[in-house]
């Protein structure tokens, strides 16, 4: 499956589909209206409910352009689920929502419902407007309001706000998007939170596309308003040279270093090993709250397994990430110097923290896993030399913990790095608090985490388990917690 990256790649993909949609459905549809001619009182009416299932073909279609994805196949993971099951609020049972995106890896956060509707179902209209002129906005905020409406209109209202609360509910996250279609017009609720949660109905928040036609002309703004990535809240990682386009120095006010990091298993005949392999990446914050991602698509490199080759990688590391920086401050014609992660955790607010800004996004593959890690000031999620020096816990005859079958890399549990490496921790008890799952009640005391309750208290635990926390890109965040004390004394 192909990534459309512009309104215009979507634009041509949509108009094809409806092109060959518009052929498919018309023989389809005189097939059936002979078929039910002599069968049916009202074969129009019944055709109409065999057809809702059609429209689902314009719809996946729609979405699929859109970059909402199903499939173990999809580039990037699943983020769509058709026929998604929800504990109704409304009426304490199950019901399915025709469609819902989410946001790839944990949590799983709502972001869009789409809703169904056979194709002979009209716009929205007030029973109060007669055969008036009545815009289908307006029409829906009556609805909203408790106006008696035309047709199933009042119950679909109904419907939509059971769903928007529920999930809310269920996720502790509004949907960003509710959609109602029957395939030809597009109703798009663009503050589902406000609309239905809140009781704050707003026109403006509220589009409507008329049919097909209207859609394809107005393509450029269904691609801004339902665009998986533009509903998610942020564009894909962009190459240096395309930064211009998304940004000038007056937008932007703080970037940090990071990187994307891939984690696999390298096969070997008797044995298997955990395998890295990174490449660095930029984060920008933009002075409206925005992140962007900058990147050099060059290859990425393979952490080495051998303790002596790590030096040599580790500058190959920094002296690529540095000059990704010097290129950026050239495109912005301004110099930033990287903000410390500890500085971020303590001024940003606790909604940056899940979007992998402070640490780990996990996008699952068929055989590997990748992660976007914001590393502050640090070029490398670990450094070379510790800030306790000579510490005695990297050899294990001297932890009392450590047993001896996870003295070298394994992938269970994940460790990377060696025993004797100034990289590996061998305190039983530091590993016991690192794994430690944050939940509601200690929370406040972990300090500021990007980790969702239930995940570890450490930022990296997901690749890396037994990094040394004085070699440790996020050392002196997570040292600031009162809850998590080293054994090894820093100067």
Not at 179 to 186: C, E
Not at 297 to 314: I, S, T, Y
Request: aromatic content about 8%; charged content about 25%.
């Amino acid at each position: 499956m192909k990534r459309n990256w512009t309104a215009v790649n979507f634009e041509r993909d949509l108009t094809a589909f409806c092109a060959e949609y518009g052929q498919q459905f018309a023989i389809i549809a005189a097939k059936l209206r002979t078929d039910y001619a002599e069968k049916s009182p009202d074969p129009d009416r019944e055709l109409d409910k065999l057809l809702e299932s059609h429209v689902r073909v314009f719809i996946d279609a729609l979405l699929a352009s859109l970059n909402w994805q199903t499939g173990v196949r999809a580039p990037g993971g699943t983020n769509l689920v058709p026929e998604a099951p929800l504990r109704s609020d409304d009426r304490s049972t199950v019901r399915f929502l025709d469609y819902l995106g989410f946001e790839v890896g944990e949590p799983k956060k709502p972001l869009l419902i789409v809703e169904a509707k056979r194709p002979s179902s009209n716009l929205p209209r007030t029973r109060a407007s007669g055969d008036g002129p009545e815009e289908p906005a307006t029409a829906l905020i009556s609805g909203l309001a408790a106006a008696q409406m035309t047709e199933d209109w009042s119950k679909w209202l109904r419907t939509a706000s059971d769903y928007v609360r529920s999930t809310t509910k269920r996720a502790d996250h509004p949907p960003k998007r509710m959609v109602i279609t029957n395939g030809d017009w597009l109703i798009v609720f663009t503050n589902p939170d406000e609309t239905f949660c809140q009781g704050r109905p707003d026109p403006r928040t509220i589009r409507v596309f008329l049919n097909r036609v209207d859609i394809l002309r107005n393509y450029a703004d269904v691609f801004e308003l339902l665009e998986h990535q533009q509903v998610l809240g942020g564009v894909p990682p962009v190459a240096v040279e395309e930064l211009a386009f998304y940004a000038t120095s007056a937008d932007v006010d703080r970037i940090m270093h990071g990187l994307r990091l891939i984690y696999q298993v390298d096969e070997d005949f008797f044995a298997a090993a955990p395998s890295i392999k990174v490449m660095p990446v930029l984060h920008l914050r933009t002075r409206q709250g925005f992140w962007l991602i900058v990147e050099e698509r060059m290859v990425g490199e393979v952490l080495p397994k051998r303790p002596e080759g790590l030096a040599a990688h580790f500058h190959s590391v920094s002296s690529r990430a540095r000059g990704l920086l010097s290129k950026t401050h050239a495109v912005l014609g301004v110099s930033l110097a990287p903000t410390k992660l500890a500085q971020h955790y303590q001024e940003s607010e606790p909604a940056e923290y899940p979007v992998g800004l402070l640490g780990v996004r996990s996008v699952r593959h068929p055989r590997a896993e990748e992660y976007l890690i914001a590393t502050g000031s640090y070029e490398h999620f670990f450094t070379l030399t510790p800030t306790v020096a000579d510490c005695q816990f990297h050899r294990t005859e001297e932890t009392g913990g450590v047993p001896l079958g996870i003295s070298g890399q394994t992938m269970d549990p994940r460790a990377f790095f060696i025993i004797g490496q100034d990289q590996r921790c061998c305190h039983s008890g530091v590993h016991r608090e690192k794994r430690t799952p944050l939940r509601p009640e200690n929370r406040a005391r972990c300090g500021p985490r990007s980790n969702p309750n239930m995940e570890s208290f450490c930022e990296i635990f997901r690749f890396e388990e037994y990094l040394c926390c004085r070699t440790c890109a996020f050392e002196e965040a997570c040292t600031r917690a009162p809850v998590f004390v080293l054994p090894c004394t820093r100067e």
